[in-house]
């Protein structure tokens, strides 16, 4: 079975990415992998962003149901967001990633980088990165 990959968070371009897939390239038999980084220093940050990612999880579940498209959803919390990407990839053997552009301006993506460039840069499958026009 063919797996994809589809990184997301509140962002409207991780939105965008998501829906461009599933309209545009989605094959019946496909399984999504969805997967959502939390990022949080502290334990008390983490539980609060944990109970907000419900309604995350709900918005795209309820899509997907509705689309009637397989999927699995992920959550990680260790590492970079862009190190969990990879490594989700790597253990659920996914044949593509789909994730949307943060577009950021040139001095932040140069001072601190970017998980797309970060997943593009070490992904082992094809990544099809989704800036929003």
Not at 46 to 56: F, G, M, P, T
Not at 63 to 79: A, M, P
Request: charge should be positive; avoid cysteine.
């Amino acid at each position: 079975m063919k797996k994809v990959l589809i990184p997301i968070d509140w962002s409207d371009n991780a939105e965008k990415a998501f829906d461009w897939y599933v309209y545009n390239l989605h094959q019946k038999g496909t399984m999504l992998v969805i997967t959502h980084f939390i990022e949080a220093s502290k334990e008390k940050e983490l539980l609060q962003k944990e109970a907000k990612l419900i309604e995350l999880q709900e918005m795209y579940e309820s899509r997907l149901l509705k689309l009637k498209v397989d999927y699995t959803w992920l959550t990680g919390n260790s590492g970079s967001p862009g190190e969990y990407i990879i490594k989700v990839a790597k253990e659920e053997d996914v044949n593509m990633i789909v994730m949307g552009a943060r577009g950021l301006g040139k001095l932040k993506k140069t001072i601190l980088g970017s998980v797309s460039d970060y997943v593009l840069s070490k992904s082992k499958v094809p990544v099809l990165i989704f800036k929003s026009f």
